[in-house]
Nanobody
Framework: QVQLVESGGGLVQAGGSLRLSCAASGRTISSYAMGWFRQAPGKEREFVATIIAWSGDSTYYADSVKGRATISRDNAQNTVYLQMNSLKPEDTAVYYC?????????????????WGQGTQVTVSS
């Protein structure tokens, strides 16, 4: 079992930055694909970014955040980060961290085995 705890969300003005953290416990996540997803009220959970252990920690981003987001991991801390810059009101959502270990497409939420409880990000205009 992997337990994931997100932190770092909050209220920020448009154009600002946040760094979200996802601390894992129970198992080391160095061999997992880790992903960040977000869910706004009334909308489905959507892919934001992923870092994939089985492809040399390659990273992929949703078009909506490309150039503004950076996903990274610190295996010593068993933690994954999402740095978000130039935030927009449309980035407002609950952000979730997930872990996936069965070599499936980590851009799809249904492939994830473990999820955190989420952290709220609110961007004011």
């Amino acid at each position: 079992q992997v337990q994931l705890v997100e932190s770092g969300g909050g209220l920020v003005q448009a154009g600002g930055s946040l760094r979200l953290s996802c601390a894992a416990s129970g198992r080391t996540i160095s061999s997992y694909a880790m992903g960040w997803f977000r869910q706004a009220p009334g909308k489905e959970r959507e892919f934001v970014a992923t870092i994939i252990a089985w492809s040399g920690d390659s990273t992929y981003y949703a078009d909506s955040v490309k150039g503004r987001a950076t996903i990274s991991r610190d295996n010593a801390q068993n933690t994954v980060y999402l740095q978000m810059n130039s935030l927009k009101p449309e980035d407002t959502a609950v952000y979730y961290c997930g872990a996936e270990s069965h070599y499936s497409d980590p851009r799809r939420a249904k492939e994830y085995d473990y999820w955190g409880q989420g952290t709220q990000v609110t961007v004011s205009s």
